[in-house]
Every structure is written in structure tokens, then in C-alpha cells.
């Protein structure tokens, strides 16, 4: 197994308080001069700082001023790295940034022109818009996470629900839907692993159903279209229910249609009233409360 140690290796310098802007961790190690044992294996990797700089130094800058980072002996800046070319608005021109400061090759023979380089760099228009571009994109990382892992739910929930569909209207076993799935997951499509099971399949048609109900009621309304009610009835298991249909003209062209309205169950009874009393409230519920 590899070991890599990383190495800060100091030039000849005198104490100084002030602190320079670098972040050891940027520097590239394609760039880094390293040392090998007999093994050929990296055995350290030797970081020049700038000359005349301490490790203590060094660190305190980069505390202060975290974008700034050290290749073989100069210095750069990350965000101007990561911005590359920045364009103000056209009115203003565009504002290119340093070659220098991006790839790391600003240096100096003494310590005061070096931080007199990064003062500038750091007040110079090119690279505040740098750290405005760094900004935004720290803002618009967590919305467009959210809007692609909402992008991918869709996708998969939409899959569902035309399969589901498609076996409501071909009058298939709610049972079918897990080996459509798996069909439609061969073929490409994305389907997730939550709408697979015969249960889901009947939640999602009575989703549909609901939602198609009121789509009707709503068309009917605002056509005012006059209606007729016909009602049946049936028999499950010993309980007896009313079916109800609903005559009028959907479109408002003068096409008449029969729709299936909703299946009630007359829980009070099957008498005249009892009859009457869940046709209300069934046309109620279903939006027909005029």
C-alpha cells in the first residue's frame, strides 16, 4: 500500500507577522516534485511555499484568504482558476482574468512586492467577479439538486401511471403491473422501485379515476350542459350498491354521452328514500352540488 506524505519545504526567510493568501491543498500534485523509495512507490510529495514564507505564515494566510494556492515555489488563485473568463454586462466590456493568477505562476524575489501582488488581486475587478460567480454557484447548488431529484421522480411516477392506466383501460389483473414495470425498466425507461405492486397499481387508477371525475364534473359546469341521471343497481357479496351514470353533452357540440359517474353503497338501506338520499350525497361528492 502507498503512503503519500505531504512535505512543505521553506525557503530561506526572516520572521514576519503578516500572513499570505494560499490553500496547500489546491496546489496540483502532477506539478509537485515527489520522492520514491526503491520501490517505485510516492514515499513524499514536497511543497515549495513561496520564498521568504514560513509553514506559520503560510497557514495564517490561507486562513484569511482561503482561494489563494502554492505550485513550486509561486502562487494562484482558485477562484479565478474555476472562473476562467468572466463577461460583465455588454455596456461594460468583458473583464479577463490573469493567466498568472490561474495557473499558479505569480511569484516574487521579495516578500512585500508578493503581498503587494495579492492585495491587488484580491481588490481587482476581475477577480471580485470571480468570487460573486464562486457565490452564486454555492446558491444554485442545492436548488438544482432538488429540481433534479424532483426532475427524476417524475419521470419514474409518470412511467407508473400510464402503465397503470393502460391496464385500467385494457381490463388487466392489478397483479400485472410488477412485470410491466420490469418490461418497461428492460427497456430503458425509469421506473424506481416504490410502483410495482398490485396494491400501488389500485391507489394509482383510483388517483386517476378521481381525477378524471373531476375534470368531467368541471367541463359539464362550465358548458352548463343539461343532464339526465340513471342509476342502477348491484349486488357484491351481499351489499347492495348503486351505480350511477350521468347523460349530457361533455363537449357543449351537441354530443351526448354516457359517463360513468361513481358506484355507491347504500349503506341506509334500499327503500325509495334511502335510494334517493345516496344519489344526493354521491352527486355531491362527485362535485354536483349546484
Known amino acids: 500500500m502507498t503512503t503519500i506524505t505531504i512535505v512543505e519545504v521553506e525557503g530561506d526567510m526572516e520572521e514576519d507577522d503578516d500572513v499570505a493568501d494560499d490553500h496547500p491543498t489546491c496546489a496540483s500534485s502532477s506539478s509537485l516534485p515527489a520522492a520514491r523509495d526503491r520501490g517505485g512507490e510516492v514515499a513524499a510529495v514536497v511543497r ?74 484580491r481588490d481587482s475587478v476581475a477577480h471580485n467577479r470571480a468570487v460573486e460567480l464562486a457565490e452564486t454557484r454555492k446558491q444554485a447548488i442545492l436548488p438544482n439538486q432538488i429540481l433534479a431529484i424532483n426532475g427524476k421522480l417524475l419521470e419514474e411516477t409518470s412511467n407508473a401511471f400510464r402503465s397503470a392506466y393502460m391496464i385500467a383501460k385494457e381490463r388487466m389483473a392489478f397483479k400485472k403491473l410488477p412485470p410491466v414495470m420490469q418490461l418497461q425498466e428492460i427497456n ?55 351505480i350511477v351514470y350521468v347523460r349530457c353533452d ?36 362527485a362535485g354536483f352540488d349546484d
Open 48 to 121: 515549495r511555499l513561496p520564498d521568504g514564507w514560513t509553514s506559520q505564515q503560510w497557514s495564517e494566510w490561507i486562513t484569511r484568504l482561503p482561494w489563494l494556492f502554492s505550485k513550486d515555489g509561486s502562487i494562484g488563485c482558485t477562484l479565478c482558476r474555476d472562473a476562467k473568463s468572466l463577461l460583465l454586462s455588454p455596456d461594460k466590456g468583458g473583464v479577463h482574468l490573469s493567466e498568472e493568477w490561474m495557473n499558479g505562476d505569480v511569484s516574487s524575489k521579495t516578500k512585500n512586492n508578493l503581498r503587494k501582488k495579492i492585495y491587488k488581486h
Open 188 to 242: 430503458g425507461a425509469k421506473v424506481g422501485a416504490v410502483h410495482r405492486s398490485d396494491k400501488s397499481c389500485a391507489e394509482i387508477i383510483g388517483h386517476i379515476a378521481l381525477e378524471m371525475q373531476k375534470k368531467f364534473v368541471c367541463n359539464v359546469k362550465k358548458a352548463q350542459s343539461k343532464i339526465s341521471i340513471t342509476i342502477d343497481e348491484s349486488t357484491v357479496r351481499g351489499r347492495a350498491y348503486m
Open 250 to 285: 361533455v363537449t357543449g357540440k351537441g354530443d351526448v354521452d354516457n359517463v360513468f359517474l361513481g358506484l355507491k353503497e347504500l349503506v341506509e338501506g334500499t327503500d325509495a328514500e334511502s335510494i334517493y338520499n345516496s344519489l344526493r350525497e354521491a352527486l355531491r361528492v
